[in-house]
């Protein structure tokens, strides 16, 4: 079974911080992405990665920033904590293009 | 811009009954779509998988149809069980990406 695994299930930050949220997945995929989840708001995708050192902006890249140093590892960082990134967040990947997409079991961030 | 839409947003109905959910889609042009499943609090979990070039896929009593040309896919869920209670998410893959409905909050129950 493929499995993508997010290091935390709930964290809790303060605003200001700098905070590193890791996904580790073991299937050997090329693609790897961050998603929040907010309600009302649905799914959007914050940065993906098609390789190793690859990234790419989604749709609201803004307050953000990825690594991608390993195949098997993309970590997403938020510079510094803003109340309005309390969120859930989703790491998934797929083996490539046109290929079945796994999902993490996420992450819920407070920032207070 | 690809637009995906859900709906119902939600639907309720009595354990045994089938379930029909609906996704539409602007753009044509696109690789696959994708179905999910959410539990509350929880990641997704993948369900089925339609390539553009086919027409239907089927996993047990789950049976998921695409139609490009007009744009849509429904994913049927035969028998429905309370254990079918989740919310149901389709994503439309365009351009390498995916595009997320809002999902269908389904009750089923007993």
């Known amino acids: 079974d493929v499995k993508v695994t997010q290091s935390s299930r709930y964290l809790v930050k303060r605003t200001g911080e700098k905070v590193f949220l890791e996904c580790v997945q073991d299937?050997?995929?090329?693609?790897m992405f961050w998603y929040r989840q907010d309600p009302g708001l649905g799914l959007r995708l914050i940065y993906f990665s098609y390789d190793v050192k690859m990234k790419e902006k989604g749709d609201i890249p803004e307050g953000y920033s990825v690594s991608r140093e390993k195949k098997e590892r993309f970590s997403l960082i938020l510079e510094s904590a803003s109340t309005n990134q309390t969120s859930m967040y989703l790491c998934?990947?797929?083996?490539?293009?046109?290929?079945?997409?796994?999902f993490g079991a996420g992450t819920r961030l407070s920032v207070l | 811009k690809q637009e995906v839409t859900q709906i119902p947003a939600a639907l309720s109905v009595p354990e045994g009954e089938n379930l029909v959910l609906n996704c539409s889609f602007t753009d044509s042009a696109i690789y696959n779509l994708q179905w999910f499943r959410q539990d509350p609090g929880k990641g997704l979990t993948s369900l089925l998988l339609?390539?553009?070039?086919?027409r239907e896929q089927t996993s047990g009593r789950l049976n998921a149809s695409l139609d490009k040309s007009s744009g849509r896919s429904t994913l049927y869920i035969a028998a429905s069980q309370p254990g079918d209670s989740a919310t149901y998410l389709c994503a439309v893959d365009s351009w390498g990406k995916l595009q997320f409905g809002a999902g269908t909050q389904v009750v089923v129950t007993p």
């Open positions: 299937m050997d995929h090329e693609n």
């Open positions: 339609i390539q553009s070039s086919q």
């Open positions: 998934a990947s797929r083996l490539g293009g046109g290929n079945i997409q796994y």
